[in-house]
């Protein structure tokens, strides 16, 4: 794939904000992929054509071609699509995370999919010749998306970059620092941090938890530049991203250092273990998911992960790669927080080898009584919680019990329901 496409798909689910020179440089070259499957909106303004992410859908009725354009916004405060018309061309304007499907029965009418983190999906109908929109099928919930909210948020890194996160909880949230908080982050490869639908995060919500997705360096938010100001030789910026956002968090009295859930999995597996190296205080528990520890070694075991992390057979990677390596930076006679990796037996991409060795590491240095232990996910492949529905709720619920136990939330009786679609 072309640089300039890939940049396009990066910035195609940016956050709404002022882009700089670079994306006004971007918008010839894209407007090129109309005839591929991205695009850009034709708006007056140029820098407004590369803040919204874009997908065509070309579809063919009647001797006529209609291209379905799909928007992703930044977070609004409503929820459900807001639909323009724009000359020739039909726009979806996104609140989160849509796709939209191409109707091959040659009917006049397209399908998008709309979910969200308390939404597994809502399917809407477009009549592409009255440009009208409505519900095709809205899923059956044991919950009510409507009792809960999410905001994007801004702090600063430690460098004063600033820093876009999502935040959620319940309705009727109080700032008194005691929630207990789960904090994930990626920033890695050019993904972009957007909240999707996780029911164990809900039932995480209706225990009094808040949620927050950091939109550090190292991903996508903000195109390649963003991208690579947290990877490799930048990994430390990506880490720096990360703590400020628990800091800011803390400050802002979300959550305490003893309420403060550290997670991460797969590429972005390294960052909360990272972290707590750094700054063991400021967190009260750890579930990390299939995680590379040993970053000296990584590569002997995984294929492909050298271009985002750095190679340890090049001297100045290595000596990068060292001075965060979680494996290599834990030190005899510290505290750390309680902690939970969970590695898959099968898993081809994170050996579950980071785990074992991880652990055994940590309980050696541990200086205190609190836990650290790993959950080993028998016949999984790499980020998949399980291979059946049973295993993958009973990983992710064992995950829930101990952080209630490592946090000592109180569970009420009516809170034990499930929040699966």
């Known amino acids: 794939m072309p640089r300039e496409r890939r940049q396009l798909l990066r910035l195609g689910y940016a956050f709404n904000e002022p882009l700089d020179h670079r994306a006004i440089a971007l918008q010839q070259r894209a407007r090129r992929a109309v005839r591929d499957e991205t695009a850009i909106v034709e708006h007056e303004d140029p820098v407004a054509d590369l803040e919204c992410a874009l997908h065509v859908v070309r579809h063919h009725h009647a001797g006529h071609m209609h291209l379905v354009l799909q928007v992703a916004n930044q977070l609004v405060d409503h929820v459900g699509p807001r639909r323009v018309e724009a000359g020739r061309r039909l726009v979806i304007e996104n609140d989160l995370r849509r796709r939209v499907h191409r109707n091959r029965t040659g009917q006049p009418e397209v399908f998008d999919r709309f979910a969200n983190l308390f939404n597994p999906g809502t399917i809407y109908r477009l009549d592409l010749e009255t440009a009208r929109g409505s519900v095709f099928h809205r ?27 999502f935040v959620a909880h319940k309705k009727g949230f109080e700032h008194d620092g005691r929630s207990p908080l789960w904090m994930y982050g990626y920033g890695h490869g050019g993904w972009v941090a957007f909240p999707w639908f996780q029911a164990h995060l809900v039932a995480w919500m209706d225990l009094g938890g808040v949620y927050a997705l950091p939109g550090i360096r190292g991903g996508g938010e903000y195109g390649a530049e963003w991208a690579d100001a947290g990877m490799r030789r930048n990994k430390q910026n990506a880490i720096d991203d990360y703590i400020a956002a628990a800091e800011w968090l803390i400050e802002n009295r979300y959550t305490s250092p003893d309420g403060l859930v550290a ?6 597996g390294v960052m909360p273990a990272a972290a707590i190296n750094q700054r063991p205080e400021l967190f009260g528990a750890a579930v990390i998911d299939m995680p590379f520890l040993d970053m000296l070694r990584y590569h002997k075991f ?32 510290i505290c750390y927080p309680p902690m939970l990796i969970s590695v898959a037996e099968r898993d081809q991409s994170t050996a579950p080898l980071h785990g074992y060795k991880f652990i055994a590491a ?20 790499h980020y998949t919680f399980g291979t059946t529905r049973e295993q993958r709720n009973e990983t992710l619920a064992n995950q829930i019990v101990f952080l209630v136990r490592a946090l000592g939330i109180e569970v009420a009786d009516e809170s034990t329901r499930t929040a699966e679609p």
Request: glycine share 12%.
């Open 362 to 381: 940590l309980q050696a240095a541990q200086s205190c009584g609190r836990p650290v232990l790993m959950q080993q996910i028998w016949g999984a492949g």
């Open 139 to 165: 899923p059956e919930l044991s919950f009510d998306p409507d009792d809960y909210e999410l905001k994007q948020v801004f702090y600063k890194s430690k460098d004063g970059t600033r820093v876009p996160m």
């Open 263 to 268: 997670n991460g999995g797969s590429a972005s």
């Open 302 to 333: 995984s294929l492909g992960f050298t271009s985002g992390y750095g190679s340890p057979e090049d001297p100045e990677d290595f000596k990068v790669l060292r001075a965060y390596s979680p494996y290599h930076n834990l030190k005899p006679g």
